[in-house]
C-alpha cells in the first residue's frame, strides 16, 4: 500500500496479551547479584522489555496459530511437511529441503558432511553458532567482511558485504580444494545486522563459479535483507521484495535458516540444496539426530507454522514497519549522543559500549558494564558482544580484549509497540547524562567454551 504519511505504524492490532515483568530497581539490583551480573541468569519475569534476542521471540499471527490447529502430526508423510516443504521450494528454487529444529541443528549436519580437518569455510561474517560449528568439525572459519563494517560511526548502505578481493586472495593462498563452502550470512548478524547488496552476493557468486567453490545462504533474516536492498540499492525500487528474495536465493547453491527469525515462529529452521550427494548424506545425519525426513525435530503444527510465516514476513507493509522501528530506536540514542552501529541493523542496534564507556578497561567489561546497567535501571535486558563473549583468554586464564564492545538490542518480531521503544530510549538518554558513573565488572568465573552464557562476574573494585 502506498503510504504517505511520516509516522509508520505497527500494521496489525493486538488480540492476545502478555504482562510485563514490572519490578522495582531494588528488586533488580538483587537479581542481579543473584546472577552474578550475567543476564543470561535473569528470569524472564523480572524483565520489563526483553531485548536478549530476537530469534524465537516474535509474535505469530493469527493465521500462524490456525495453522498449529490444523498441523498434521503424521509421523511420516504429514500434510504439514508438504505445505513446508512448498513454502521452501517455491521461495528458494532449491529441490532437497530438510527441516531441522533449529538453525545450528542445520549447521551441524552440513558441515558434518562438507567441513572437518584441513578445510576452511569462508564469509562475510559467520554467525558465532556457525562458527562453532565449522571449528566442531576441526575446520578453519574464516571472515571478509568489507571494510566500512568496521568504521561504527560512518554510515555505509551495505556493510554487510563481503570483501571479495580479500576473499580471492585468500582462496590463491589456501587452494580452493580445500574450501568446500563459502557462506554468505544475510543479515550479517555478528557486524551490526547489517545487509549485504544483490551486487556483492553476484559478485561473490562470480568468484566462486571461478574457483568451483558451491555458496550457500545463512538466511536467517532474508527478508530483511531483501527489504534493504529494495530500500537502498540502485534498480530494485520498484521491484517486489519477494522478487528480491527470490534472485538472491537464485544466486546460491543452497541454504540454511534459523526460521525464529524471518519466519516469524518460536522455533524451527530448514537445510536447503540442489546437491543430491550432500543431501543424502545430510539426510541420514538428520534421520540419527533431528527425526525423519518430513519432520526433522519439529511437531507438525510447527512446520504448519513456518509455511504461513515465510509468506508473511514478505509483506512489505510488514517490512517497512519492521525496518523503520529498528531505525527509530537507532535515531532515538543518537538523538541522547550514545554511539551505536551507524546505521542501525534490520533486527536490532547495537550500542558503542567502548566509546559510551571509555573509563572502563576491556578486562572490565565496558559491554557487560552497560547491560547490567540498563537492566538495573529500566528493566530492559540486552546483549554483550565483546570481551565477555569473543575475549581470548591468555595462558593464565585472563581475558584478553575483544575487538568490539557493543551491546546489542535485538527487537522481537511484532512483540513491542512504539510507546516501548520511547522507553528505552529515555532509559538511555537517562545513562547517558551519567555514563562516568557506570562501574566495570571483575570476573568470578567463566568456562571455556562460550563463556559468556555461564560466566560468572561481580562489581570491579
Ligand atoms: N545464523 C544466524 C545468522 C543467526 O543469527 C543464528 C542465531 C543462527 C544461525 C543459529 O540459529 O539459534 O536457530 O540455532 N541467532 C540468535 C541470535 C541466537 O540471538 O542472534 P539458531
Sequence with gaps: MEWKWNTIIEPFKIKTVEPLGITTREERAKALEQAHYNLFNIKAEKVLVDLLTDSGTGAMSAAQWGGVMNGDESYAGARSYYNFEREIKDL??????????????????????????????????????????????????????????????????????????????????????????????????????????????????????????????????????????????????????REIAEQMFELADGAWMSSKKDALVNIGGFLAMNNKEWSAKARQMLILTEGFNTYGGLAGRDLEAIAIGLREVLDENYLQYRIRSTAYLGEGLLRHGVPIINPPGGHGVYVNAKKFLPHIKPQNFPAQSLACALYLEGGIRGVEIGTLMFGRRDAKGVFQAAPMELVRLAIPRRVYTQSHIDYVIEVFGWLAKRAKQIKGLDVVEAPAILPHFTAKLKPAK
Design 92 to 241: 528458494t528454487g532449491f529441490e532437497e529441503v530438510i527441516p531441522v529444529h533449529q538453525g545450528r541443528a542445520a549447521e551441524k549436519i552440513l558441515f558434518g558432511v562438507v567441513a572437518g580437518k584441513g578445510k576452511c569455510i569462508i564469509s562475510n561474517s559467520h554467525f558465532d553458532t556457525t562458527r562453532a560449528n565449522v571449528e566442531f568439525t576441526g575446520a578453519e572459519a574464516m571472515d571478509f567482511p568489507v571494510k566500512e563494517a568496521l568504521n561504527f560511526d560512518k554510515p555505509a548502505p551495505f556493510k554487510g558485504n563481503a570483501d571479495v578481493a580479500a576473499m580471492e586472495k585468500f582462496i590463491k593462498e589456501k587452494g580452493a580444494k580445500n574450501i568446500p563452502l563459502c557462506v554468505m550470512t544475510v543479515t550479517n548478524n555478528s557486524l551490526g545486522g547489517q545487509p549485504v547488496s544483490m551486487e556483492n552476493l553476484k559478485a561473490v557468486r562470480a568468484l566462486c563459479d571461478k574457483y568451483g567453490i558451491p555458496m550457500f545462504l545463512d538466511c536467517a533474516r532474508f527478508a530483511e535483507n531483501a527489504y534493504f536492498i529494495k530500500l537502498r540499492e540502485k534498480g530494485y525500487a520498484q521491484c517486489p521484495v
